[in-house]
């Protein structure tokens, strides 16, 4: 089955410094997301990304991270200025088709960790 | 989107089926009912979809009632590494934003 990928597995960082997650979704997806997850919390959804816009953002997603796709395999978040709180799990995914309900087809994370 | 509500925890062992119930008695005419696995530092994997009535595939069978305002999950003769959460997830196809809403979903430990 194809797979999204992501890198690093793991982030250490301390507070205020920037970081940028990176992934490669599946080569024939059209829509990209990230979702993360605070340790023992639920998944949460941050932003979806389609035809290089955001198509729609939670409010977790303020002006401290951005989105993009650089080249025509990479999906990037990026969080500027990282906080303690934004320590969790940092899931990329993609689909086919842009559906609440549609399939998503998620990678193994980005555990960041923010001192 | 619809609210769902499922079990916090189920135990189960080896070669047991498992049921696993969620309710969401607002679901819209147009909304789906999906099922997703998490492993412990995994993402969310899609395991079934429906719609009304019975879907069944290699991993599980979704029970779908005619009021669809319920749904069930089954797991054939599960084995320890069954052991994770269930998240039940409705919402329409095609909805613009594309973004699941999970909730707190449902632990399955499965003991020898």
């Known amino acids: 089955e194809p797979e999204v990928t992501q890198t690093p597995s793991h982030q250490v960082t301390q507070m205020g410094q920037e970081v940028i997650l990176r992934c490669v979704p599946i080569?024939?997806?059209?829509?990209f997301y990230w979702y993360r997850q605070i340790l023992g919390q639920k998944v949460e959804f941050l932003v979806s990304?389609?035809?290089?816009?955001?198509?729609?953002k939670s409010e977790i997603f303020d002006d401290q991270f951005s989105v993009e796709r650089p080249d025509g395999s990479n999906f990037t978040l990026k969080i500027r200025s990282t906080k303690l709180e934004d320590s969790a799990m940092y899931f990329c995914?993609?689909?086919?088709?842009?559906?609440?309900?549609?399939?998503?087809?998620f990678g193994s994370g980005t555990q960041l960790s923010v001192l | 989107l619809a609210k769902t509500t499922q079990p916090i925890s189920m135990d189960s062992y080896e070669g047991q089926e498992v049921n696993i119930t969620c309710s969401h008695n607002?679901?819209?005419?147009?909304?789906?009912i999906t099922w997703y696995q998490q492993f412990p530092s995994q993402g969310p994997r899609f395991i079934i979809q429906g719609y009304k009535t019975k879907v069944t595939n290699e991993v599980a069978s979704l029970f779908i009632p005619a009021d669809r305002k319920s749904s069930t999950l089954s797991l054939p003769r599960v084995s320890l590494s069954d052991t994770a959460v269930y998240y039940c997830?409705?919402?329409?196809?095609?909805?613009?934003?594309?973004?699941?809403?999970f909730g707190q979903g449902t632990e399955l430990s499965v003991k020898p």
């Open positions: 997830l409705v919402g329409p196809l095609r909805n613009q934003g594309g973004k699941l809403i």
């Open positions: 990304f389609y035809n290089n816009e955001i198509s729609e």
């Open positions: 607002n679901i819209a005419t147009n909304d789906y």
């Open positions: 995914a993609s689909s086919e088709v842009q559906a609440t309900n549609e399939k998503l087809f």
């Open positions: 080569s024939n997806h059209l829509y």
